[in-house]
């Protein structure tokens, strides 16, 4: 037990061996939240108190999930796979498979990302001829999540005027035609849970008797339904262990209520609130930085952060003068940081938005260096993937109208527009499925599509017995996906992903314990609990959800959840040691040697969203003090004059953040004067600014240089005075004399030498 606590400061250590109440943890960043709150798991197991599997713990992410159960099993001699360790998400779709007869679900019921959701949204409106300008499918998928997470149904929510009856009328067609299909959306995970829960006292006794601890961290993002749900878990006797930082909301876009804060230390009667402010993460500098910007904010609950580590470095400060000089410097810094002996993964770059890792992508993959993207299109999203996953889904779930749709004609099957119509025609009529509606149409169509649903039933026949990596190869072949990417021009890299998908399969087999058998929840009072069954109300002994994965779902359903909630980053690069890309908020909880945060300009950081939004700069502020906070002991920021976003060049105005930092910790690398060349712009040669680099090119692939005149059909006449990027993103900024100074992308700009 000495080993357990022996590393905790004297708060921490008292939050770890809190008697069994509920308590809040309010903590700022890099305090050892997270670290407390897997010690009290392993301190309540060690110490006899709870089994593993009698509490419950919830992350923000799958990969904090795995972190958090690599560390306990580091701790501990127990196998913690089984234990109730998970996003909501994950845990809902555990609770929901085992219980699917209660919760009016099939067996097999599939999970929609927020792609196939937004398909199916415009599926149902182009199928009641419903003018999707007035009612915009994106607009109505925000409008039903954002009841979901709130807890209301259509029937629920109170209407206002037509317009927004029409929404509500419509939430509720949308969820017939989930029901029907068998489909459920991530927001639907949560909500079914709670309802199931909230029905079904029998249930709800069982798992309210069963957590006797639920722990949760990153409270302070909890939206309005996942704290009902908690609540309801938690009953009246168990202990809720809530750890959380005010400072760290950052996701009130999508329903989280920072609130739930103080409404928790109400409604639980917290008598335990334990504050940590000694940071352990960063060095002296970079705290300063976040304490000093989070000082900006008005609403706080309010505390400090203090660290015996010394000053470090000095936060330096870039300016580029365009994104892709941003991108090179980020390169040069990085390779210097690895030939002082840093781990790539150790070095994370950071962005606002998903839209500006295309630049910093394509130069680090011309530098050579290996990269990983996180949050940034999943490897399940690929089209390709999608397609395959259609496939499986098909066979695991025939009625998933969704994956039909998506398969049916794809590689081509000479099924057109009109054979789908009189097909859902059919399916509408009868009140059937689209496979189950084939049958009702004539002709030659109906053949087709009779041998598309035969193949389908003959893959499902054949692979219902070979293990899952042999299906998913089999299903790639029978659909003639493989064959259709071996004929396609680029399909190379489409067959490299779909092989993938096998070895994805492969290891997932290896990861969940499929095919071997359910281990066993260890510790104290395990035997107490194995076995339990409970009775629901109809009198139907139903399965204990104690069973891990392998037990309740066969082993495709449980790849096909996976595929919909799992992060999905790329499997080939787990392992290899890569710098980390991603956006802030996909940042959250993590922490690195070495941190850049890139783009910091007005509009972007803070966003120009949250200008017009009510508190939307304090919540940009949060996201920023999230980002600084990242960082261990190097911290980079950088922002550019110009940038290329969404095919248009900005001109940009550094960050109001620069000017809520302290500056004795800042160093700024380049100038700070303003020095843009558009200010010049009548002179000949106007490019004044930052000396370019050894590594910029003077000259492009395609032939354009430096000093080269050249015509434009818009601007006239003009000079090149300066090209960067190179390839596919090579730009040059143009001196059209009368017409000003302008930034062009070669790729587009239609110009001609003179
Ligand atoms: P965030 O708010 O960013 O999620 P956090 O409060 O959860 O941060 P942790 O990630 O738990 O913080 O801890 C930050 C770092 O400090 C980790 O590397 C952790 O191992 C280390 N740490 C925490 N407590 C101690 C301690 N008492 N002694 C040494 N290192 C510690
Ligand atoms: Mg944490």
């Not at 009779?450 to 499902?460: A, H, I, P, S, T």
């Not at 969404?646 to 100038?671: C, I, M, Y």
């Not at 390839?727 to 003179?754: H, P, Y």
């Amino acid at each position: 037990m000495q080993n357990l606590l022996h590393n905790l400061n004297p708060e921490q250590l008292a939050a770890v061996t809190l008697p069994a109440q509920s308590a809040l943890i309010l903590a700022g960043a890099g305090s050892g939240k997270t670290r407390v709150l897997t010690t009290r798991i392993a301190w309540l197991v060690q110490t006899g108190q709870i089994s593993p599997g009698g509490l419950l713990a919830v992350t923000f992410t799958n990969k904090a999930a795995k972190e958090m159960m690599t560390r306990l099993s580091a701790m501990l001699p127990i196998n913690t796979r089984g234990m109730w360790i998970g996003t909501f998400h994950g845990l809902c779709n555990r609770l929901l498979r085992a219980h699917y007869r209660d919760a009016a679900l099939p067996q097999s019921f599939q999970i929609l990302d927020t792609q196939d959701q937004l398909s199916m949204i415009k599926r149902m409106l182009k199928a009641l001829n419903i003018d999707d300008e007035k009612y915009p499918p994106r607009s109505l998928m925000y409008f039903i999540n954002g009841a979901k997470d709130q807890g209301l149904r259509a029937k629920d929510v109170e209407v206002h005027d037509d317009f927004h009856r029409k929404f509500v009328e419509l939430y509720d067609f949308y969820d017939n035609q989930c029901q029907r299909e068998g489909v459920v959306d991530f927001a639907e995970l949560l909500l079914r849970s709670y309802e199931l829960l909230s029905r079904s006292q029998p249930l709800r006794e069982h798992y309210q008797g069963r957590f006797r601890h639920i722990l949760v961290d990153e409270f302070q993002d909890t939206n309005n339904l996942q704290y009902s749900w908690l609540k309801l878990l938690a009953g009246r006797d168990n202990a809720v262990f809530a750890v959380g930082d005010d400072d760290q909301s950052i996701y009130a876009f999508r329903g989280a209520n920072v609130g739930n804060m103080s409404s928790f230390e109400r409604e639980f009667q917290v008598q335990n609130l334990i504050r940590l402010e000694q940071n352990y993460r960063s060095h002296g500098h970079i705290l300063d930085a976040a304490n000093t910007l989070i000082a900006h904010n008005t609403k706080r609950l309010g505390k400090n952060l203090r660290t015996d580590a010394g000053h470090g470095e000095q936060i330096r400060i870039y300016e580029a003068s365009s994104d892709l000089q941003e991108a090179t410097w980020i390169i040069e810094e990085s390779k210097s940081l690895i030939a002082e002996g840093a781990l790539r993964s150790e070095i994370a770059v950071l962005y606002r938005s998903n839209a500006q890792s295309r630049v910093i992508e394509h130069a680090l993959f011309t530098a050579g260096i290996p990269y990983r993207v996180y949050g940034g299109q999943r490897f399940f999203e690929r089209a390709e993937i999608k397609h395959a996953i259609a496939y499986l889904q098909l066979i695991d779930n025939p009625n998933n109208d969704s994956a039909f749709l998506r398969a049916v004609n794809f590689p081509t099957r000479g099924i057109g527009a009109r054979s789908l119509e009189q097909l859902q025609d059919a399916a509408r009529q009868h009140g059937l499925s689209l496979h189950d509606a084939v049958a009702q149409v004539p002709g030659k169509p109906g053949v087709l599509l009779g041998r598309f649903v035969e193949m389908l039933d003959n893959v499902r026949r054949d692979t219902s017995v070979l293990p899952l990596p042999d299906m998913v190869q089999a299903v790639l072949e029978a659909s003639g996906l493989l064959v259709h990417y071996q004929n396609e021009k680029e399909g190379a890299d489409r067959i490299e992903n779909l092989e993938q998908l096998v070895s994805a399969a492969t290891l997932f087999i290896a990861e969940e314990g499929f095919g071997r058998a359910a281990p066993a929840l260890q510790g104290p009072s395990s035997e107490a609990m194995a076995g339990a069954a409970i009775v629901n109300g109809d009198g139907v002994e139903i399965i204990d959800a104690d069973a891990p994965l392998n037990v309740v779902m066969s082993p495709l359903s449980a790849f096909l959840s996976h595929a919909s909630l799992e992060a999905g980053d790329n499997q080939a690069q787990a392992g290899q040691d890569a710098m980390q890309l991603m956006t802030v908020h996909s940042a959250k909880g993590l922490e690195f040697d070495a941190v850049f945060i890139t783009g910091l300009e007005e509009g972007l950081f803070p966003h120009d969203n949250s200008e017009k939004e009510e508190g939307g700069v304090e919540e940009e502020r949060r996201l920023m003090y999230v980002a600084i906070t990242r960082a261990r002991q190097r911290l980079y920021l950088s922002f550019s004059q110009t940038r290329m976003l969404h095919g248009q060049t900005r001109f940009n105005v550094k960050s109001r953040f620069f000017d809520e930092l302290p500056e004795e910790a800042l160093k700024w690398l380049s100038p700070k004067v303003q020095h843009h060349w558009f200010a010049n712009q009548q002179q000949k040669a106007a490019w004044v600014d930052v000396p370019s680099r050894p590594s910029e090119r003077t000259q492009t692939d395609s032939g354009w240089r430096i000093g080269q005149s050249v015509h434009h059909q818009k601007f006239g006449e003009g000079v090149i005075v300066n090209i960067e990027g190179g390839g596919g993103s090579a730009r040059a900024s143009i001196n059209f004399g009368r017409n000003g100074m302008k930034l062009l992308d070669l790729t587009i700009a239609k110009l001609e030498k003179v």
